[in-house]
Nanobody, 126 residues
Framework: VQLQASGGGLVQAGGSLRLSCAAS????????MGWFRQAPGKEREFVAA????????YHADSVKGRFTISRDNALNTVYLQVNSLKPEDTAVYYC????????????????????WGPGTLVTVSS
């Protein structure tokens, strides 16, 4: 499956963006999906994950209450609504697929996700 993240950009602190992850080549309706981010000079970190059905989600403590992951399986797309942005949210944001069909565990470690797309850059100015 090919994944393409989009929707990043330059935004002022306190602003919002909606990131999208469009999948092609295969349906992602049976895959748990995740968002990760990597800031300059830092390791990639978990942001959020959502189950294949969309019924369960999990967000990192650093973004809880500000970011929301969702999905539309009919459109083969996953979203990340990012609100109340802070300068420390500046990073390249990546979406990823856990290609184990109908997996029951939402993973927070990047190594559990097999498919990755190029990221989209989010820059938050103070």
């Amino acid at each position: 499956v090919q994944l393409q993240a989009s929707g990043g950009g330059l935004v002022q602190a306190g602003g919002s963006l909606r990131l999208s992850c469009a999948a092609s080549g295969r349906t992602i309706s049976s895959y748990n999906m995740g968002w990760f981010r990597q800031a300059p000079g830092k390791e990639r970190e978990f942001v959020a994950a959502i189950s294949w059905s969309g019924s369960r989600s999990y967000h990192a403590d650093s973004v809880k209450g500000r970011f929301t992951i969702s999905r539309d399986n009919a459109l083969n797309t996953v979203y990340l609504q990012v609100n109340s942005l802070k300068p420390e949210d500046t990073a390249v944001y990546y979406c990823a697929a856990d290609t184990n069909i109908f997996a029951t565990v939402l993973y927070t470690t990047s190594g559990k996700y097999e498919s990755w797309g190029p990221g989209t850059l989010v820059t938050v100015s103070s």
